[in-house]
């Protein structure tokens, strides 16, 4: 049977991208045949969110959205990271195995690295935490310790597949065929654009709240950046930030009828009003779950808690067996 798996870190608060880049298609992927494992991941926000007040409330903004958008905790194992510790153990296990050069060579580090040696730092690991640099092997273990089949993720985690195929498959040639290795599902969506064009991300400060009151969204959906063409004049919707934002949640007949208007000449405004009702239409069902979720935060610790305590039937077997196969075990 299929495991499918996938994380969100709370890192910012729910925006469209979001929703249709990871809580969509999470839910879609769903169906009776296939055991699912939904969770926020947490331990992987304390690398960016220092300040422990918003990381319990981006934690809990993480949980409301996916529940506002239709996740059902019956169907699913809905969960929040740190309440399964056999992750954290598993991952110690995991980077016993890994040969430092393979994080070496991960994204985020390089990354991370390549700008400490633009601005000219002496040392080029200057301020990134062991957090950053061993990501990947939490991520390996979120993904392991469930032994998970499938994991739906956005392009920019593929390498953290491989790198989660790499370490797999080494414990499996020292320690015996135990995890199965896992395959990335990649979607082929377009990157959802912010107001300013470029990806919509917390970190740009271009977002489109997911789980704001009407007047917030229709405020940053008048943001999204245009030119100085006036209403009448024939626009161009190929590589459009606002056409774009438009397409990434409206069907193909939709966006016809859209792009037929830019050829007529609609004015800005009376586009961006357009693209604020078709987007207002769904999302107020979201947003009325959410204030009805938000209004008992206890419910949601009791969905969170009895998550862990499913997944935790599956996972505390499971790292037993890998402490054994290792050599720990009672004497
Ligand atoms: N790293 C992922 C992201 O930033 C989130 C994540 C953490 C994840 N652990 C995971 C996704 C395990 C899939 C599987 O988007």
Redesign the pocket.
């Known amino acids: 049977m299929k495991r499918i ?5 709370p890192s910012g608060y729910p925006h469209l991208g979001n929703y249709i880049g990871a809580i969509k298609p999470s839910l879609d992927l769903l169906d009776e045949k296939c055991e699912s494992f939904l969770f926020i ?1 947490d331990l ?1 926000a304390v690398i960016k969110v220092s300040d422990p007040e918003k990381l319990k409330e981006l934690s809990n903004g993480i949980a409301m959205a996916w529940l506002a958008s239709g996740l059902d905790p019956e169907k699913t194992n809905f969960y929040r990271q740190s309440d399964i510790p056999e992750i954290t153990e598993l991952a110690w296990l995991l980077s016993c195995i890994t040969e430092k050069g393979l994080l070496n060579r991960a994204h985020a580090y390089k990354a991370a690295v390549d700008t400490n040696n633009e601005s000219g730092k002496k040392d080029s690991d200057e301020g990134i935490s062991m957090g950053l640099f061993s990501y990947p092997l939490l ?1 390996a273990s ?2 392991l310790t469930p032994n998970a089949t499938h ?1 739906p ?2 392009k920019d ?1 593929q390498q ?1 597949l491989e790198i989660t195929r790499d370490i797999a498959e080494k414990f499996n040639r020292k320690y015996g065929d135990f995890f199965n290795i896992p395959e990335a599902v990649i979607k082929d969506e377009k990157t959802v654009l912010g107001t300013d064009g470029r990806k919509m991300s917390k970190s740009y400060n271009n977002i489109i709240p997911l789980l704001a009151e009407e007047k917030e969204l229709k405020k940053s959906i008048m943001k999204i950046v245009t030119n100085s063409q006036e209403p009448g004049e024939k626009k161009d919707w190929r590589d459009n930030t606002l056409f774009s934002i438009y397409s990434s949640f409206t069907s193909k007949d939709q966006q016809e009828e859209m792009q037929n208007m830019f050829d007529d000449g609609i004015g800005w405004g009376d586009a961006k009003q357009k693209t604020f009702e078709e987007l207002n239409k769904i999302l107020t069902p979201i947003r009325e779950k959410y204030l009805e979720l938000n209004s008992n935060k206890k419910h949601i610790e009791e969905i969170l808690k009895s998550g862990a305590e499913k997944v935790r039937e599956q996972t505390l077997p499971l790292v037993k067996e890998a402490k054994r196969l290792v050599g720990i075990s009672k004497l």
């Open positions: 798996l996938t994380g969100i870190t991941a992987h991520m979120d993904i994991v993720v956005g985690q953290h």
